[in-house]
């Protein structure tokens, strides 16, 4: 089991060094608000882009996965849109979008 405390990177002394790809982009692309939700979105984003590792998909089928993998968390900030968009780019950049 892993908690959003477990996703970033760290340093022998415990210090954060690094948030994971999902988490960052979330950041860059101001994903959220009072961020009540986002560890539920880093959790869910985080599992999906460790499940397309394994098994990448084609452009055709995004939308529907990302809303599969996100649309069950609950968001009263943001309505959802930078989170879907943050998700779609970090899929994207990895390499885990086929054409097709
Ligand atoms: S950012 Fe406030 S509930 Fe999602």
Redesign the pocket.
């Known amino acids: 089991m892993r908690t959003i405390e477990g996703h970033a990177s760290r340093d022998e002394q415990g210090k954060v060094t690094a948030l994971n790809p999902i988490q960052q982009r979330f950041v860059d692309e101001f994903a959220?608000?009072?961020?009540?939700?986002?560890p539920g979105f880093v959790n869910a984003a985080t599992v999906l882009v460790e499940k397309l590792q394994r098994q990448p998909i084609v452009k055709s089928q995004l939308e529907k996965v990302i809303e599969d993998s996100l649309g069950h968390h609950i968001?009263?900030?943001?309505g959802y849109v930078r989170y879907y968009s943050a998700t779609r780019n970090v899929l994207t950049d990895l390499g885990l979008v086929k054409e097709g």
């Open positions: 959220f608000q009072c961020s009540y939700c986002a968001c009263r900030c943001t």
